[in-house]
């Protein structure tokens, strides 16, 4: 089964991500987000938690189109982004990369819309902010790129151990995030983005694992001849699976978590 890891060239040439990418509607294509979305569908996938009755809850899910694909499971979704005031301040409204409506989420019809209706419920939610109303009560939780956006590393980092709260014993957590490429020392630590290192990472696993859940990682970089590509703002290069941010050379990590029994 799938590890943690970093996006990787050698992951678009197996069955599982061209599956995905039809399971998703989406044109194949080599861009780290497609990957994140394939990575997060297929690590639930096969650890058999997609299935009739099964709950799942999203953290920043924008205008993803793994809603619906969890839906088309049987699986009860709780979708949840920023209240729309917050996301507006911070910019995703204007980008189009904030909740605004069910109808959206599923256009590309994933999902049977009546079925789509039943299973799935938006909430705003603030990501450093997760109330025990939510505790101890989904068997996945996942994100897409998002727990960088909570305002710094440390954040970040305590996302990551607050949500676990958020699954029952035995429940899985998929989030995907940025990596930092170029230093294991300097990053953007604050702010709208960062960029989490290796050391970030590696805290992460160790608090996870101090906790008693499980988490398999490989920190392997990929080698393949696209990812020698980097892509630069505006970011128009179809070679996506490294960008520059700031200074740094970003790709996105994936991490796997199973809380817990």
């Not at 709260?165 to 957590?173: E, I, M, Q, R, Y």
Request: charge should be negative; hydrophobic fraction near 35%.
């Amino acid at each position: 089964m799938l590890k943690s890891q970093m996006c990787k060239q050698q992951d678009f040439d197996t069955p599982w991500f061209r599956q995905a990418c039809e399971r998703l509607k989406e044109p194949f294509r080599y861009h780290r987000k497609l990957w994140e979305f394939c990575y997060i569908y297929q690590a639930l996938l096969e650890r058999g938690i997609l299935a009739p009755g099964k709950k799942g809850l999203g953290f920043g899910v924008g205008t993803e189109p793994l809603i619906p694909l969890f839906a088309s499971h049987g699986c009860e979704i709780v979708a949840t982004d920023l209240d729309y005031d917050s996301a507006l301040t911070q910019g995703w409204v204007q980008t189009d990369q904030h909740f605004s409506s069910m109808e959206k989420i599923n256009e590309r019809g994933i999902c049977d819309p009546v079925q789509f209706q039943n299973l799935v419920t938006f909430k705003t939610l603030n990501m450093n902010e997760i109330g025990p109303e939510y505790y101890n009560q989904y068997d996945f939780t996942w994100s897409s790129c998002s727990f960088e956006h909570v305002g710094s590393i440390e954040l970040g980092k305590q996302f990551i151990l607050n949500q676990m709260n958020c699954l029952k014993p035995g429940g899985v957590a998929v989030h995907t995030t940025e990596f930092n490429l170029s230093s294991n020392d300097d990053t953007i630590e604050s702010g709208i983005t960062v960029i989490f290192r290796l050391q970030d990472i590696e805290w992460m696993v160790e608090a996870l694992r101090a906790q008693g859940h499980s988490i398999e990682i490989d920190y392997s970089v990929g080698t393949g001849e696209i990812e020698s590509y980097v892509d630069v703002p505006p970011y128009s290069n179809d070679l996506h699976l490294r960008l520059l941010l700031g200074q740094y050379v970003s790709t996105s990590i994936g991490l796997i978590i199973k809380k817990a029994e």
